[in-house]
């Protein structure tokens, strides 16, 4: 019985490399809250269908916690990210928030990513008494040998960073988080998972969800 309940811890151990988690965030240290009126929600990615999806489903969970929060690919005219903005063109944009009635805006990126590999034996022989060194060995030899089955999956890094566009005090920097997303199999559901870590964390930071 011992036997069955490691098997099982090790086998959920397997499984949870498939999640979304809090990797490090960063609070601005002379604020303890922090709400807005009106969020803008922009993601940056080259991916249209990516980001449209993002800022619907995040732009819904703020709506949940009756915070108003607008889609950036819906405010702007053309895409905020599709080409490098100066200075002056940052200016504009931030009056232009400011007359919408915007203060607050959230950007979320994926910085990076990166494969990961992990070795999944079976564990069919795990109660499997070895009466002698040779067996030992022989049954143990095909990790010498990398004979065994390999798990790959992949990392992405996200770096999301919420700013306060508030006149007289420019766009100043409340919370930064970094979010990893652990083998995404479907861009809905990674997207969902990511954006739970992000209002739970938000909650606990007493940061938009209050």
Request: glycine share 4%.
């Amino acid at each position: 019985m011992k036997i069955k309940y490691v098997v099982l811890f090790l086998f959920s151990g397997l499984l949870s490399c498939s999640s979304t988690k809090m990797v490090d965030q960063w609070k601005n240290p002379e604020i303890s809250e922090y709400k807005a009126n009106k969020v803008l929600v922009i993601g940056i990615t080259p991916d249209v269908d990516t980001r449209r999806v993002f800022e619907r489903k995040l732009a819904a969970a703020f709506e949940k916690k009756d915070i108003i929060a607008v889609k950036s690919i819906d405010f702007f005219e053309h895409s905020f990210s599709e080409a490098k903005k100066s200075e002056k063109e940052l200016n504009k944009i931030e009056n232009q928030l400011i007359e919408a009635g915007f203060d607050t805006v959230l950007f979320a990126t994926v910085t990076g990513s990166e494969n990961k590999v992990s070795a999944v034996q079976s564990y069919k022989d795990f109660s499997k008494t070895f009466e002698s060194f040779r067996d030992y060995y022989y049954g143990n030899q095909h990790v010498f040998y990398d004979e065994y089955q390999r798990e790959i999956y992949q990392i992405y890094h996200t770096e999301t960073a919420l700013y306060c566009v508030c006149p007289g005090k420019g766009r100043e920097l409340q919370w930064k988080g970094f979010i990893d997303i652990v083998d995404p199999q479907k861009m809905e559901r990674s997207v969902s998972d990511y954006v739970k870590i992000l209002i739970r964390e938000l909650k606990e930071q007493q940061l938009l969800v209050i």
